[in-house]
């Protein structure tokens, strides 16, 4: 049996496996009560045996056996065994975990927010408890934008790291920061720091680049970080940076891509279909005015329609009329389509024509049909704007749709017309 037990220990790559076949070993070949391996010293009245490179076997009720050497020997070189494939276990998931964040930034279907993708994989990989990006500030600190934790976040997103804090020197020059305890560390300056024990704040830094800091911070007490998980987690935020910006340039291409093909629809709606659109409208206005001349020519000898046409010409004649006004509000249309088009996209585009966009969506609940006649933007003075805003808000209070226009001419000044009525108007300066 004794042999049995010294065969044991090593069967197992398991850390946990490998010393418990350890000290089960050590108390059959002792006949101990207990058997605890420690790194640290024990003053206990207890038989001790010297594991080379991991502490001692503390042996209770005991008698020393010969084969307590050999226990030794094959004890050390099992647990040499064990943290060596303990190692290459933890190596193999943060490559995983890092390949696939790459692959959730790069594939086809791209992460919403890349900076919490990383945050949520590190956290999950580094067993912390909260997974934090931090991103520099225009005032020389640093805030976190992004933050994954087994619980609510709270208050940790938007917390700032501000400019002269000693660790800032560090983090914004692309260092790696490792923190034995967050809550007692004067370093860390924030107040969620008392919430948290070990941490490591890596760079997110490529290409000469630095995007943030990948902050992993265990609970209070928690276990340190071993000298192999700081170096893995040091390569898995290099590795992360990289495929930031990869997506980020990706991104730039597809919103340049959906930029370019907005510019030419934009110039094909403008050079072919308003054109067009245009001169239909000046053929139906030559056609109705040549209809009604031809109209009074008929019935100027009728007493009863002197100097006027008959009924049917005239509902000919308001019909030509109807569709070059429908025309008209369609070329407006157009034109108002050609400007959000032009517009950079994700990015809210500016201007006074845009604020009234935007402001009549926002208080209907749905983009209602606005026409805008004349150069809005360049006929109305900046401190007429926030008075038409205001106006445009309180025509359209209790309106779940309504047919807006905005009138701008040098001379006649701005109109604004919400459902056929003047709604506020101002003369031309």
């Given at each position: 049996?004794?042999l ?5 220990i090593g069967?197992?790559?398991e ?6 076949h350890i000290?089960?070993?050590a108390?059959?070949l002792?006949g101990s ?5 420690e790194?640290?010293p ?34 050390s070189?099992?647990?040499a065994?064990?943290h ?5 276990r933890?190596?193999e998931?943060?490559?995983?975990g ?6 959730a930034?790069?594939?086809?279907g791209?992460?919403a ?7 949520d994989r ?18 020389g600190g640093?805030?976190i934008?992004?933050?994954?934790t087994?619980d609510d976040p709270?208050?940790?997103v938007?917390t ?7 660790v800032?020197?560090?983090l914004l020059g692309?260092?790696?920061?490792f ?27 490529a ?13 209070h ?15 898995f935020a ?7 910006l990869?997506?980020d340039?990706?991104h ?6 959906v ?8 110039r094909?709606?403008?050079d072919l ?14 056609t109705?005015?040549?209809a009604?001349?031809?109209a009074?020519r ?8 002197a100097g006027?046409?008959r ?12 569709a070059?006004?429908?025309l008209?509000?369609?070329?407006e249309?157009?034109?108002?389509a050609i400007?959000?088009l032009?517009q950079?996209?994700?990015?809210p ?15 209907l ?5 606005v026409?805008f006649?004349g ?5 109305v ?6 008075t038409l805003?205001g ?5 359209l ?33």
């Amino acid at each position: 049996m004794r042999l049995d037990a010294l065969l044991a220990i090593g069967t197992d790559l398991e850390l946990a496996a490998t010393v418990r076949h350890i000290v089960d070993a050590a108390a059959e070949l002792t006949g101990s009560r207990s058997a605890v391996l420690e790194t640290g010293p024990c003053d206990a009245p207890v038989l001790h045996v010297p594991v080379e490179g991991y502490g001692r076997l503390h042996l209770a009720g005991g008698r020393p056996s010969p084969a307590l050497d050999v226990l030794a020997a094959r004890a050390s070189a099992a647990l040499a065994g064990a943290h060596l494939y303990e190692a290459a276990r933890q190596r193999e998931r943060w490559i995983e975990g890092a390949a696939a964040v790459t692959t959730a930034l790069l594939g086809n279907g791209s992460s919403a927010d890349p900076l919490m993708t990383v945050a949520d994989r590190a956290r999950l990989l580094a067993d912390a408890a909260a997974g934090v990006v931090l991103q520099p500030t225009a005032e020389g600190g640093m805030e976190i934008v992004a933050a994954s934790t087994y619980d609510d976040p709270g208050d940790i997103v938007g917390t700032t790291i501000r400019p002269g804090s000693a660790v800032l020197v560090q983090l914004l020059g692309g260092e790696p920061v490792f923190i034995d305890d967050s809550a007692t560390d004067p370093r860390m300056t924030t107040h969620v720091r008392h919430r948290f024990g070990p941490s490591m704040m890596l760079p997110l830094q490529a290409d000469g680049r630095l995007i943030g800091t990948l902050a992993l911070p265990r609970r209070h007490a928690g276990r340190p970080y071993t000298e192999t998980e700081k170096h893995l987690a040091v390569q898995f935020a290099s590795q992360a940076a990289v495929a930031l910006l990869l997506a980020d340039a990706r991104h730039r291409r597809e919103r340049l891509a959906v930029y370019e093909d907005r510019d030419r629809i934009a110039r094909d709606l403008h050079d072919l279909v308003i054109q067009r659109l245009f001169a239909t409208g000046m053929m139906l206005q030559a056609t109705g005015r040549r209809a009604a001349s031809t109209a009074l020519r008929e019935t100027g000898a009728e007493d009863d329609h002197a100097g006027k046409p008959r009924p049917a010409d005239a509902r000919a004649l308001r019909a030509i009329d109807t569709a070059v006004t429908e025309l008209e509000a369609t070329v407006e249309q157009i034109r108002t389509a050609i400007f959000r088009l032009q517009q950079p996209p994700a990015e809210p585009p500016s201007g006074l024509r845009a604020r009234l966009l935007r402001e009549a969506a926002a208080a209907l609940g749905t983009q209602p049909s606005v026409r805008f006649t004349g150069p809005v933007d360049a006929l109305v003075p900046d401190h007429l704007a926030p008075t038409l805003l205001g106006a445009l808000r309180e025509a359209l209070a209790g309106l779940t749709d309504a047919d807006i226009e905005v009138f701008a001419d040098g001379r006649k000044g701005v109109r604004l017309t919400v459902n056929g009525r003047t709604a506020w108007e101002a003369a031309a300066e």
